[in-house]
C-alpha cells in the first residue's frame, strides 16, 4: 500500500518523522534567534549609555565649556538680531524676527540652557505670524518669551 506521494507507509512516516524534527529545530533557532535579539538590545543599550558618557566627558575638556557665563551670555546675545538694537533694521522695517536662535542655544547643553535662560535680552525679540488656527500656539509661545524677556524692550 502506498501513502501520500506515492511513498510506501513506512517512508511516509521516516519523512513525518524528518519534517517533525526538522520543524523542531527550526523553533529551536527561532528561540536562539530571539535570544541573540534580546542580547543585541541590551548591547546597543549599553553602548548608548556609554556614547552619551564619552560625550558628557569630552564636552568638559571644550574649551567653550570654561568660559564664564557672562561670557557666554555676551556671545549668545551677538547670535540675535534684536531690532531695536540696529537702526538699519529698524529703518527698513523689513525685520520678520527669528525665534530660533534663543531656543537652538538653548538646547545645546544644559549650561547653555541656564545662560539663555538667564539672559533676558537674547527674549526680547518676537516674531509673530497671527493665524486663527495656530493662535494657541502664540498665545503659549508669545506668554513664555515674554516672561524670559524680563525687564528688556521688547520688539514684537
Known amino acids: 500500500m502506498f501513502g501520500c506521494g506515492g511513498l510506501a507507509p513506512s517512508q511516509t512516516a521516516l519523512v513525518n518523522e524528518t519534517v517533525t524534527a526538522t520543524l523542531a529545530d527550526i523553533s529551536e533557532l527561532d528561540r536562539e534567534i530571539s535570544r541573540f535579539r534580546a542580547a543585541i ?3 546597543e543599550l ?6 552619551s558618557f564619552a560625550d558628557a566627558q569630552k564636552s568638559l575638556i ?5 568660559l564664564p557665563a557672562e561670557v557666554l551670555s555676551q556671545i549668545f546675545q551677538q547670535c540675535v538680531i534684536v531690532p531695536w538694537m540696529d537702526p538699519d533694521i529698524r529703518r527698513d522695517g523689513d525685520y520678520c ?3 530660533k536662535t534663543p531656543m537652538a542655544i538653548a538646547s545645546v547643553s544644559r549650561p547653555w540652557r541656564d545662560v539663555a535662560l538667564s539672559t533676558p535680552r537674547l527674549w526680547s525679540a ?5 493665524r486663527p488656527k495656530d493662535a ?3 498665545i503659549a509661545l508669545a506668554s513664555m ?9 521688547l520688539s514684537i
Not at 518669551?145 to 524692550?153: I, L, T
Request: charged residues 25%; aromatic residues 6%; hydrophobic residues 30%.
Open 126 to 130: 518676537i516674531s509673530l505670524v497671527l
Open 62 to 66: 571644550c574649551p567653550v565649556s570654561r
Open 41 to 43: 538590545e541590551e548591547l
Open 145 to 153: 518669551w515674554f516672561s524670559r524677556s524680563g525687564d528688556s524692550p
Open 97 to 99: 524676527g527669528d525665534n
Open 136 to 138: 494657541k500656539q502664540h
Open 46 to 51: 549599553k553602548r548608548t549609555a556609554l556614547q
